[in-house]
């Protein structure tokens, strides 16, 4: 694979941006999921409702950004030098770390047998969200080398410890990936579509093809009646490529922005794509429909749609007005995302082991609940300030 020498070198302030508005959202919904009584509008879609909320823009946004990332990462390894070997080590590191933590966190959830587990579920879970930490943290040049590995490899320790204390709800020792969890199918998407980003040498062209099989693929995978939708591998792939159209179509648009000498006044192009997935997914709306649960093409064309329009937004106000210091208020959860993630699950299953109850019921409950939702946001971003300060950070 060759460097894209127009590709822009220097810090995208804007995807940084939309990558901590995109996280602090996520923190919100999250923590309003348990809240009662707020409108259907602000919760996820049911499956069979054919519609959307900006609640379900939410984990397509973090794909969408993942996506614009890849030709910047890969450009960088390139111009630092870095072999194949060396980068592919890192890549499938990568995704299978954001495997590995998906399955866990999924089995924290549901599926256990609690009469016959040694530990208590809710300290298992503690420990699953807990150990990911030490086992990625990015630890700075100065920190023991000793305690380093010793958190590094005791954290690995504990998850496979974990992995043989749980027993499932059949009576079977061991995990299962009930499903991939959102970091699981994250991890997935993300391999998919950097190994053919890599493949086609991240031409433009290669990956707008790649998109539209994607799309084709999903839709017959959703497809009743169709023989093909029987065999096990078929189903497996089309099924994340459903979430790799999203990383594609991030890929495409980041390479229409800034794989130039020039930028433009008006990105015509980016214009046309955001267009074309409204277009794609009006079309395919009536076939399939729009949902989140069921992975609908119409939901990721959608999606695409909406993440192109406000990152366009964000580029225009940031790149070009040179509007950024709104933008420190994010900028925490965007140097840390894969931490911020992880630590609100890591509360919760904290308070729940040793039976804490801090939040009053009120705030549990109907707008005081979304009132709570928005504080709590905004205290894990102040969080995130204070963890990147002492350079404790996760880095895959």
Not at 111 to 136: E, H, N, R
Request: glycine share 6%; hydrophobic share 55%; aromatic share 16%.
């Amino acid at each position: 694979m060759k460097i894209k020498e127009n590709l822009y070198n220097q810090r995208i302030i804007s995807i940084d941006a939309l990558r901590g508005i995109t996280i602090f959202v996520m923190i919100f919904v999250n923590e309003l999921a348990s809240v009662k009584n707020v409108p259907q509008w602000m919760r996820h879609m049911p499956a069979d409702a054919d519609a959307m909320t900006f609640v379900d823009v939410v984990f397509p946004s973090f794909l969408f950004i993942v996506g614009m990332s890849v030709p910047f990462a890969f450009n960088a390894r390139l111009l630092k030098g870095d072999s194949t070997r060396i980068i592919w080590t890192h890549t499938l590191k990568r995704a299978l770390a954001l495997i590995i933590i998906g399955v866990f966190m999924v089995n924290a959830e549901y599926g256990y047998d609690a009469s016959k587990m040694i530990i208590t579920p809710v300290f298992w879970g503690l420990l699953a969200y807990a150990m990911p930490i030490p086992i990625w943290n990015k630890y700075p040049k100065d920190f023991p080398v000793w305690l380093k590995y010793t958190l590094q490899y005791g954290g690995m320790l504990v998850l496979m410890a974990l992995y043989f204390l749980y027993v499932q709800d059949t009576g079977e020792i061991g995990m299962t990936p009930k499903w991939w969890g959102i970091l699981g199918l994250i991890g997935w998407a993300y391999l998919i579509t950097v190994v053919y980003y890599w493949l086609v040498s991240g031409k433009l062209w290669a990956m707008i093809l790649f998109l539209i099989i994607c799309v084709i693929a999903n839709s017959v995978n959703l497809t009743e009646g169709l023989a093909i939708k029987q065999n096990f591998l078929f189903s497996f792939i089309a099924g994340h490529l459903a979430h790799a159209s999203l990383v594609t179509a991030g890929v495409i648009i980041s390479l229409l922005f800034f794989d130039r000498k020039i930028a433009p006044k008006i990105n015509w192009p980016v214009i046309g794509f955001a267009l074309l997935f409204f277009a794609t997914a009006c079309f395919l709306r009536p076939y399939y429909g729009i949902s989140k649960i069921k992975g609908t093409p119409s939901w990721t064309m959608f999606s695409a749609a909406i993440c192109t329009v406000l990152f366009y937004f964000l580029y225009w106000l940031m790149e070009i007005k040179k509007q950024t210091k709104w933008s420190n208020f994010f900028m925490p959860a965007a140097a840390n995302p894969l931490l911020i993630y992880i630590l609100p699950g890591v509360i919760y299953y904290f308070n729940s082991a040793f039976n804490l109850h801090i939040i009053p019921d009120y705030f549990r409950e109907g707008v005081p609940g979304i009132i709570w939702s928005l504080v709590f946001s905004t205290i894990m971003l102040l969080v995130m300030k204070i963890c990147n300060k002492y350079k404790i950070q996760m880095q895959l």
